[in-house]
């Protein structure tokens, strides 16, 4: 059974910073692209970012471009978001997810497995 479990969210003030981790059981993903994606009250899940299968390349959505950093290791199975400046208006839930394929993609659709999410409040 496939699980993705994803720690590191809690209570920041602004302009403070956080690292996400989310650890993959159940089977090896080395071979798919892994992403992050946010979901505030209120509003739309949206994609953060996500890394190809090769750990090299990542792919940021705009809204939190350029203060997040997405890196993965496989042997741990794990992928990480660290996240700078954070913002009061980066406060959401926050998952990972295995995209079915090796390029991380924005379409929640085409991702295999999802993670319970873990709370990223941002106090101002």
């Known amino acids: 059974q496939v699980q993705l479990v994803e720690s590191g969210g809690g209570l920041v003030q602004t302009g403070g910073s956080l690292r996400l981790s989310c650890a993959a059981s159940?089977?090896?993903?080395?071979?798919?692209?892994m992403a992050w994606f946010r979901q505030a009250p209120g509003k739309e899940r949206e994609f953060v970012g996500g890394?190809?299968?090769?750990?090299?390349?990542?792919k940021y959505g705009d809204s939190m471009k350029g203060r997040v950093t997405i890196s993965r290791d496989n042997a741990k199975n794990t992928v990480y978001l660290q996240m700078n400046s954070l913002k009061p208006e980066d406060t959401a839930v926050y998952y990972c997810?295995?995209?079915?394929?090796?390029?991380?993609?924005?379409?929640?659709?085409?991702?295999?497995?999802w993670g319970q999410g873990t709370q990223v409040t941002v106090s101002s």
């Open positions: 997810a295995v995209d079915r394929g090796t390029i991380p993609r924005i379409d929640e659709g085409a991702y295999a497995y």
């Open positions: 159940g089977r090896t993903f080395s071979s798919n692209a």
């Open positions: 890394i190809f299968w090769d750990g090299i390349h990542t």
